[in-house]
């Protein structure tokens, strides 16, 4: 992978020259400066190979071989790095994956938003409350979420901090899977104690037991155990919002002849920062790694084919993904022209749908909210109008937790906007929590136009 030659006209500072939107603005430019340089010298939180073997597999997902499920937490929290976290979030992806597999009977790519989801896109630049403005908190890699003005500060210091989180998460993610936390002889390991009690239960048995026991069938019949000749793999995702905490990460591998961004596997650029013209996409177009890019309703035919020309001109398999978030209500107006839109630039995109983001709407109370039955409608008609137009939907995007929260209304126990506040947690926007995660993975396994 990466086959595509080192770009003369880029450096891992040239989106600097660019209008770049949504980043911080700091009051001491040394404190940056420091911060980048000290973050540049440190060890990169994953490998090239695994960068390119990411790539192998999103290349497989675009040939209807593979599927990709990507998920995790709107925005990570640094105080929030515990080991219960972390082990949540990977049984919730696992398990999901598991329903997955059974249902749509092809491999399932695991990709967390974890390890790295720290800095966020906001709608406006301040804040205002009581008739006091302050910096609007941007995640936990720029400020923090207190109303006062010193938590308000962006602190060039928390980019280390981010940086020493999100290695802390990723190697205590590996160990668990060398540990043979996702060996699949040992499906009881993969319970957690509330799904016992969720109307979900029986539906999750009855297909982990099947699994197990074409599990056994294998392994009489080749000799083999599985373990032996398939390992769990995982990959990290995250917005790469943040232009110099990506860049201080970015090295040029001698061996590979490119730069690869080593603080993820899969950075993607959101909605808001996708601009042809602007310093996300600038700094994108030289980094070697798979990429993706959110794109919403206004995406229109010339945007698209600007954006495969310069994030993919060599039409390399896996290289790019583009994550459309529409709304159940615009899905059906909207999809059909960005299919149309990148085959007339000719060019070849894996497709993902993130049925979250175009979905998110705000209770009496003033929660910001989803409803579980427009998150399954936009997901169904992404599948149905890839399935009718000859194209492919290659993954899912989802916001989502291990964790018993109540973010999001509806799905097999009915949530109301009045049980919302018994658990909502999320700093950002709402998530899936366990149970709504595994029912998603349910229904698209038995959809036919997922197959
Ligand atoms: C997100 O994924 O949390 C996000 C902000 O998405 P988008 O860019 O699609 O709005
Ligand atoms: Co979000």
Redesign the pocket.
């Known amino acids: 992978m990466a086959t595509a030659t080192r770009l003369e006209d880029w450096s891992p500072d040239s989106w600097q020259r660019k209008t770049t939107l949504q980043q911080p603005t700091y009051r001491d430019p040394g404190a940056l400066e420091r911060a980048v340089l000290a973050l540049s010298r440190l060890p990169p939180i994953v490998v090239s190979w695994e960068v390119d073997a990411l790539q192998r597999q999103l290349a497989a997902a675009q040939r209807g071989e593979a599927f990709i499920l990507q998920g995790g937490h ?1 925005a990570e929290s640094l105080d929030e790095t515990t080991s219960e976290r972390i082990v949540e979030q990977l049984k919730i992806l696992l398990q999901m994956s598991l329903v997955l597999v059974h249902g749509l009977k092809k491999p399932i790519v695991r990709v967390g938003r974890l390890a790295g989801q720290y800095a966020k ?1 906001r709608s406006a630049d301040t804040e205002t409350r009581d008739g006091v403005t302050l910096p609007c908190y941007r995640g936990d890699i720029v400020n923090r979420a207190p109303f006062d003005a010193t938590s308000r500060e962006p602190d060039p210091e928390l980019l280390l901090r981010g940086y020493e989180r999100a290695a802390l998460t990723m190697n205590f993610v590996r160990a668990l899977i060398d540990g043979g936390f996702t060996d699949l002889h040992h499906p009881e390991y993969w319970d957690l104690d509330f799904m016992r009690h969720s109307p979900k239960y029986e539906e999750y048995k009855r297909i982990v037991d099947s699994l197990a026991e074409s599990l056994s069938f294998f392994e009489s019949i080749t000799g083999r155990a599985l373990h032996d000749s398939q390992r769990v793999e995982f990959y990290a995702s995250h ?1 790469g919002l943040h232009l110099h905490y990506e860049q201080a990460q970015t090295r040029y591998i001698q061996r590979r002849g490119r730069w690869y961004n080593l603080s993820t596997h899969l950075p993607w650029i ?3 920062t996708a601009g042809l013209d602007h310093g996300h996409i600038e700094y994108f177009r030289g980094i070697a790694n798979p990429i993706a890019v ?1 794109v919403g309703p206004a995406a229109d035919a010339a945007y698209l084919r600007g954006l495969t020309k310069v994030l993919n001109p060599d039409n390399e398999p896996g290289r790019l993904t583009l994550i459309h ?1 529409l709304g159940a209500k615009d899905i059906d107006a909207k999809l059909p022209g960005l299919i149309d839109g990148v085959r007339a630039s000719g060019a070849e995109v894996l497709w993902i749908c ?1 049925p979250m ?1 175009g979905n998110t709407e705000s209770t009496k109370s003033g929660l910001k909210t989803r409803r579980f039955d427009n998150i399954l409608a936009e997901l169904e008609a992404a599948f149905r109008i890839h399935n009718e137009m000859g194209s492919r939907l290659g993954g899912v995007h989802l916001e989502m937790t291990g964790d018993n929260v109540t973010e999001c209304t509806g799905g097999a126990r009915g949530l109301s906007d009045d049980d919302l506040a018994r658990a909502y947690r999320s700093t950002v ?1 709402p998530r899936l929590n366990y149970e709504q995660a595994l029912e998603v993975a349910m229904r698209v396994g038995r959809w036919p136009g997922a197959r």
């Open positions: 709107c896109p917005e959101g909605v808001r959110k978030r993130d983001h926007d």
